[in-house]
């Protein structure tokens, strides 16, 4: 595969759209607390650079275990010690989400986790780089973020030193990975919510002509 596209240029597909590409760790607990929160926000005006990302770590009310923090994204408890709990970054979070199109990679998992902490967010819609990979790279032999990152060639910039599976990590490749998708699928805008948009989360069109 050829290096995935820059950022410098938005696919035809995107533009017009607010995007807010996403990803959260949790502390392995049940339900799941976030402990870290990274999110790109995609438009006209941000076009979705390494600059872009905002990201932040949150103290849970119950610790990490520590499996997860050995066997997914290595944040640990003292990492979180010092870092504000989920009410002091719930406003900035929520402003951050405010009115965007969902992005993440096996998105209803932080449509899920995002929703249980903010109960009143409902975003306009949901895609999913899961789902649109499938239709787009046929018989591939899996398609976890790290084997699509390796397909695609895709470059984690900055966000390569923090590790994978951390936050902005994850969410910096799902970008990478939509632009990659976009392009080789040929996608136009309403091509890419057939394929890509979770079920009962795409808002309808309103009927162009007619009484309603």
């Known amino acids: 595969m050829t290096p995935a596209p820059t950022t410098g240029e938005l696919p035809a597909a995107l533009h017009g759209q607010r995007l807010i590409v996403a990803d959260v760790e949790g502390n392995g607990r049940q339900p ?6 990274a ?10 650079a390494e600059a872009d990302m905002r ?22 408890n003292a990492d ?8 002091e ?25 995002i929703g ?3 109960p009143d967010w409902q975003p306009p819609m949901v895609l999913d780089t899961l789902r ?21 060639g895709i470059d984690p910039a900055g966000f390569a030193a923090t590790g994978h599976h951390r936050a902005t990590y994850d969410a910096w490749c799902a970008w990478q ?4 998708l976009v392009e080789d699928g040929e996608m136009d805008w309403m091509g890419l919510v057939k394929v890509a948009a979770l079920p009962g989360l795409v808002t309808p069109e309103e009927p162009e002509s007619g009484l309603w």
């Open 55 to 76: 990201t932040w770590l949150i103290r849970p009310q119950k610790p990490i275990t520590a499996m997860v923090t050995r066997k997914v994204h290595g944040i640990r």
């Open 32 to 37: 799941p607390e976030i402990i870290e929160f």
């Open 39 to 48: 999110g790109l926000p995609v438009d006209t005006d941000h076009r979705g």
């Open 116 to 118: 249980a902490h903010l």
């Open 89 to 113: 970054v719930a406003e900035e979070i929520t402003a951050l989400l405010d009115g965007r199109i969902l992005v993440a990679h096996n998105a209803s998992v932080e449509h899920r986790v």
């Open 177 to 180: 990975l939509l632009l990659r």
């Open 80 to 87: 979180v010690a010092g870092s504000p709990a989920w009410p």
């Open 132 to 152: 649109l990979a499938k239709y787009v790279w046929l018989d591939l032999p899996g398609y976890g973020l790290d084997k699509l990152v390796a397909h695609a």
